[in-house]
């Protein structure tokens, strides 16, 4: 092995050793989108989605310190930045970062430019529902999920992102997949979009007053599906941040 060779799989390791951690996702399948007799988040037409090997997701969002890493190693420089914005990643506007954050203020490119740094990339839209299912496979998951052990939103997150890995995990391991931060997916054919932000945010405010009222609910209030949200690639906001995938072993 060449010297060149070798100082760059040793980069490539270390980049990985300094990233969230990984998680496995089994091989199976999943409907992706919903019966057009059921309200769901994805809006998207029913298709079975099979996946005959496992891939890998980040147990986390990318956090401040980990984009930080990133562009001391490579000089990178985000979107937000080259074209002069007063607030970028490093410099949000309406709050203090602290390193355990997940990243925002980046866009499609910059978030592809960190993970293929990685040697990974982002993930599809189908792995990151996938992965966010957790082994449901027809989505029985309508609303936006309220549930404040899981989710950071509106109502609990003190305006502003919190650390990665507060809330409670789902059932393969993933934190933060609905709330704190959404997160960059790259879509499939058929659909036009080249990329989608999914999960929502904390900034989310997943309640409709005057909605129609739901069984059980007492004050005619329904949740907001906020978790699917195409995009062109441009939805640099204070909100929208991602994770990495990569394929298997």
């Given at each position: 092995m ?39 988040p ?6 079975r ?9 980040h147990k ?11 562009v ?6 985000t979107?937000?930045?080259k ?8 410099n ?7 390193d355990r954050?997940p ?11 960190y993970?293929?740094?990685l ?17 449901e496979?027809?989505?029985g998951?309508?609303?936006w ?5 899981y989710v ?24 933060d997949m609905?709330?704190n ?9 058929p ?8 999960g929502g945010?904390w900034?989310?405010c ?11 609910e ?14 062109a ?6 909100d929208v ?9």
């Amino acid at each position: 092995m060449s010297r060149a060779v070798l100082l760059a799989a040793l980069s490539c390791a270390a980049a990985l050793a300094g990233g969230p951690e990984w998680v496995k996702m089994p091989a199976g399948w999943f409907e992706m989108g919903c019966q057009p007799s059921r309200a769901c988040p994805e809006l998207q037409a029913p298709r079975r989605v099979d996946f005959e090997r496992p891939f890998w997701m980040h147990k986390t969002e990318v956090t401040v310190g980990h984009f930080r890493e990133f562009v001391k190693a490579t000089g990178y420089t985000t979107e937000t930045e080259k074209a002069g914005a007063r607030w970028f990643w490093s410099n949000p506007r309406a709050f203090k970062i602290a390193d355990r954050q997940p990243v925002v203020y980046v866009s499609l490119k910059d978030a592809e430019a960190y993970c293929s740094w990685l040697g990974a990339r982002l993930p599809t839209e189908p792995e990151w529902t996938y992965a966010f299912r957790a082994g449901e496979t027809i989505t029985g998951h309508l609303w936006w999920n309220t549930d404040g052990r899981y989710v950071w939103y509106r109502e609990n997150s003190r305006a502003q992102p919190q650390p990665v890995g507060g809330k409670l995990p789902n059932a393969w391991g993933l934190h933060d997949m609905e709330g704190n931060a959404w997160e960059w997916t790259r879509t499939v054919p058929p659909d036009k979009a080249p990329a989608a932000i999914r999960g929502g945010s904390w900034i989310a405010c997943p309640m409709i007053e005057g909605a129609p009222k739901q069984p059980g609910e007492k004050d005619g209030r329904e949740y907001q599906p906020f978790s699917r949200c195409p995009s062109a690639g441009d939805h640099i906001r204070d909100d929208v941040g991602f994770r990495c995938a990569r394929s298997g072993p």
